[in-house]
């Protein structure tokens, strides 16, 4: 079976436009550093940048040009289309959705996802974000593509849509679903290591300046760290979160 991951990003945000290409640290853009980590997995046959037609992320796909990854481009609104077509341009079995803003994802986390989803094939979808255990920056979505096209053909509503696997989220009575739970010194949710804000920007390089050149470094040790600097801990705390009401780009 062929394993994908996909990323969806685009340089619109409400938020924080143009995050996807900041610069976060070893000369690298947000992107670039969150292909790095993926790289360093050991169950992703490819890894796909999904994003838009529109001309403003142009210079996504030249820079997974740059970084000799694939680049699908798609509806700047159907996230669901976007996500099918692009898993299917890499002629994928099982999908692997890695959010676009969450540069610090721990490899061994996405092993251990897709392994338990290759291991348990009667489920539809294996992920840790049905609910919130792990840091916010840790999500990982593992489904089998004839999941997400089953979905694609049976919801018309963009507002699920927008939302990529939404509808299989949604839908346990359709689909066969399950969250792993972080394990216990791993469960944080109060911590934010994803990119929604400058203030998180902020963070994130703090993470990645401490540990220098290192990119194999782990969630265990990203904690460590965070928890012996309280004031950085402190800086994007307490700031609504659009993507706890809607996740996806």
Same mark, same amino acid.
Request: a negative charge; one cysteine or more.
């Given at each position: ?12 945000? &409400?938020?924080?436009?143009?995050? /996807? ?10 992107? &670039? ?17 999904? %994003? ?10 030249? !820079? ?7 680049? !699908? ?5 159907? /996230?669901? @289309?976007? %996500? ?15 959010? &676009? ?8 986390? /996405? ?6 989803? *290759? ?5 539809? !979808? ?6 919130? %255990?792990?840091?916010? &920056?840790?999500?990982? @979505?593992?489904? #089998? $593509?004839?999941? $997400?096209?089953? #979905? ?13 696997? *939404? ?18 010194? *791993?469960?944080?949710?109060?911590? =934010? $290591? =994803?990119?929604?804000? /400058? =203030?998180? $920007? ?28 309280? %004031? ?18």
């Amino acid at each position: 079976m062929k394993v994908v991951a996909s990323i969806q990003v685009r340089m619109g945000s &409400g938020r924080f436009p143009g995050k /996807v290409m900041k610069e976060v640290g070893e000369g690298r853009p947000l992107l &670039g550093y969150l292909l790095d980590r993926l790289r360093l997995t050991s169950v992703l046959d490819q890894i796909v940048v999904a %994003t838009s037609t529109r001309a403003e992320n142009d210079v996504i796909e030249e !820079f997974c040009h740059s970084e000799s990854i694939p680049c !699908f481009r798609g509806s700047e609104d159907d /996230v669901l @289309e976007r %996500t099918v077509e692009a898993l299917m341009f890499q002629k994928a079995d099982v999908g692997v959705e890695v959010f &676009g803003d969450c540069p610090l994802i721990d490899p061994a986390i /996405v092993n251990d996802m897709v392994a338990y989803f *290759l291991e348990n094939p009667d489920y539809d !979808f294996v992920g840790n974000d049905l609910r919130t %255990t792990y840091p916010p &920056g840790m999500e990982v @979505e593992v489904f #089998s $593509l004839d999941a $997400l096209k089953d #979905s694609h053909q049976r919801v018309s509503d963009l507002s699920i849509r927008e939302h990529g696997t *939404l509808f299989i989220r949604q839908n346990p009575d359709i689909y066969s679903l399950i969250n792993l739970d972080a394990p216990s010194d *791993l469960s944080r949710p109060e911590m =934010e $290591l =994803e990119v929604d804000t /400058v =203030e998180d $920007l902020h963070v994130i390089k703090a993470v990645i300046e401490h540990f220098s050149a290192r990119k194999d470094y782990s969630l265990s040790e990203i904690i460590q760290f965070m928890d012996s600097d309280k %004031t950085l801990a402190r800086i994007n705390q307490g700031i609504p979160r659009r993507w706890r009401e809607a996740r996806y780009e």
